[in-house]
């Protein structure tokens, strides 16, 4: 049995993001910005993934980093558009053209971590009996809400749906992320303070929320919040998967607090360039020190 700190499953993404400042193709998947996230925070981090055999190579930049890549062939990688219609970057219109096979129980045998973080991109690529298995594997499971609300509709665009298995999937997490558009379709309430609190209710004890402005964290009954501070903002896409991977990985040796401030300030190098953070810790610690 390899045993990790950290592990971050999901299925790579090969995305197109379209903008005001052009078109451009960029390796992502939560996985992928998690994984490097994690990594930051001093941890032996591995990542679970599928992708096409001929994006094999899409694991080189992990592995240069530290991380432990496992990955499985697929007859397609997940093959995502996001395009940005206005400059706020809120504002995404994302669709599928190709999406990849999912991810079993079985390719987890011989690995367990102290936290396992599920960042999938879209229902069905994580099944609840892969959560079982990752459940049996771990101390704690986070997971990322996107990949068990968003589907993909007849057009390949994709759309939100009511979530079957939610009860028995939340009973089993630990630390859950949303973002503030996915915690109102799933509780009704546009108050990110009261959508936390009704989604804590259905058992994880850690809730991580992402808005345009930062992050807002609920811990064991108790709030605490932290704003994103990028000097320029060129990469919104992998926010949610960078912020959760860097809040979960941090919380290994860090309070809910701390783990939140870590969180809002690699964040916010990340959104300076798209892809996965390419900074250093050093990076990070600077950033905390002069605004948080």
Avoid at 22 to 47: F, Q
Avoid at 133 to 162: C, H, N
Avoid at 212 to 230: I, M, T, Y
Avoid at 243 to 252: D, F, T
Wanted: aromatic share 6%; charged share 25%.
């Amino acid at each position: 049995m390899s045993h990790y700190d950290f592990i971050t499953v999901g299925n790579y993404t090969k995305d197109t993001i379209v903008s005001a400042a052009g078109t451009r193709y960029v390796d992502g998947g939560g996985c992928n910005y998690a994984a490097h996230a994690a990594r930051l925070a001093g941890l032996s981090v591995a990542a679970v993934t599928r992708r096409a055999a001929e994006d094999a190579g899409v694991t080189t930049p992990l592995t240069a980093a530290g991380i432990d890549v496992f990955a499985f062939d697929s007859l397609s990688s997940t093959l995502m558009r996001l395009e940005y219609p206005t400059a706020n970057v809120d504002e995404r219109i994302l669709s599928v053209a190709g999406i990849a096979d999912p991810i079993g129980p079985e390719h987890f045998d011989g690995l367990s971590a102290h936290t396992i973080l599920v960042t999938a991109s879209i229902r069905g690529e994580v099944s609840l009996a892969s959560v079982r298995a990752m459940k049996e594997r771990s101390k704690r499971i986070a997971l990322d809400v996107q990949g068990f609300v968003r589907t993909v509709s007849p057009e390949g665009r994709l759309r939100y749906e009511a979530w079957p298995e939610r009860d028995l999937v939340l009973g089993m997490t630990d630390i859950l992320k949303t973002d503030a558009v996915e915690a109102e379709f799933l509780t009704g309430s546009a108050d990110i303070r009261e959508a936390a609190q009704l989604l804590a209710a259905l058992g994880p004890r850690e809730i991580v929320l992402t808005h345009k402005d930062g992050l807002l964290v609920l811990a064991d009954g108790e709030f605490h919040a932290a704003g994103f501070h990028p000097v320029e903002l060129r990469g919104r896409s992998g926010r949610g998967d960078t912020c959760v991977g860097s809040y979960a990985s941090r919380r290994l040796d860090a309070n809910p607090a701390e783990a939140t401030r870590w969180a809002a300030a690699l964040t916010s190098l990340k959104l300076e360039a798209e892809g996965p953070i390419r900074r250093s810790r050093a990076d990070v610690e600077r950033l905390l020190k002069e605004r948080y």
